[in-house]
């Protein structure tokens, strides 16, 4: 018995080894491989960013190195295509809102950016916005969202300080900067954001303060909310103020907003541009005071007149940085005014505008200016 078991594992041994056998083993394998299931591909780890242009000095174009251009002479993918790795930071697409220079934004743009930034971050697979925008009105315009956008996914605006076709044009670092800061996690849930000159900053604090300088966007009661470069974010502290899905305002059925006017004081003051303010419809009255938001006699006259008459009037300063308090230099309780506190002129008419959206009250406003 054992020679013959000895017999059959030795020709077992030798028939597997055979041309035949090695043949057939080989057809068992490839018959597998085609059978095999293929491994599912990798998924891409990139965040998935949506660009909105609306033109601005990043998308301008003029004499090649000189710094003379006209706004939005590019569109946005154009403006992807001249950053190189941008494709590396995120799945980017664009859309063209608009294509103008910042100083004609109107109330029209802001209603039509925001509702198709709702629109898409309500997508699940969009992880981000970026918004391209010229410098002049940029402050104005992110508080705007800020205050209306209802996600607590990035919303990120760059702009630029030359243009496109200028010797060292800032555009596509900024940019670059600002789809790393829209794709950055920590970015959630932090409101609006600039990005500009290797800097964040928050929509409510930034204010630009110089005609030409690339070092131009600065926050001056409060200090930026982080720094990036070269796509590599640090951040700050959170900001302390109601914004986006915490606010309470909504667009999304507005197709338009209240008229608010805002008023330079200065020497020799009187009331006719506040009359004439009124007379065009104005809803809301914004004075960018002397000081800690004062102004005539003559003037604080007229705008007493008109807070009697339901016109909302809200106290600013037309200096660049400090608070306008309340009840320091005018009764705003006996008038009926609105302190502007840190908010600036620009900024106090973009809240001043949603405020009325939901009362006359100037108390109620007045708390409003303290939460947002």
Known sequence: MRHTTTGWLIALVISACTPEAHSQATKQDDTKEKTAKPKPAAKDARANIKILATGGTIAGGGEAG??????????????????PGLDKKAMLSGEQIANIGSQDMNDDVWLKLAKRANELLADPSVDGIVVTHGTDTMEETAYFLDLVIKSRKPVVLVGSMRPATAISA??????YNGVAVASDPAAR????????????????NVVKTNTTNVETFASPNRGAAGLVASGSVTWFEQMDKRHTTDSEFNVKTLTALPRVDIIYAHSNMDATLINAAIAAGAKGIVVAGVGDGNMSKSA?????????????????????????????EVDDDKLGFVASGELNPGKSRVLAMLALTKTTDPAKVQQMFKQY
Do not use: W
Not at 170 to 175: H, R, S, T, Y
Not at 189 to 204: E, K, M, P, Q, T
Not at 305 to 323: C, E, H, P, Q, Y
């Open 300 to 328: 604080l006259d007229a705008l007493a007149d008109a807070a009697k008459n339901k016109i909302l009037v809200v106290r600013s300063t037309r200096l660049g940085a400090g608070m306008v308090m309340r009840n320091a």
């Open 66 to 83: 000189g710094y003379s251009y006209t706004s939005g002479q590019f569109e946005v993918g154009d403006l992807i295509k001249a950053v």
């Open 189 to 204: 849930g932090r409101g609006v954001l600039v990005v500009i000159n290797d800097s964040i900053h928050f929509a409510r």
């Open 170 to 175: 800032d555009g596509p670092a900024n940019l």
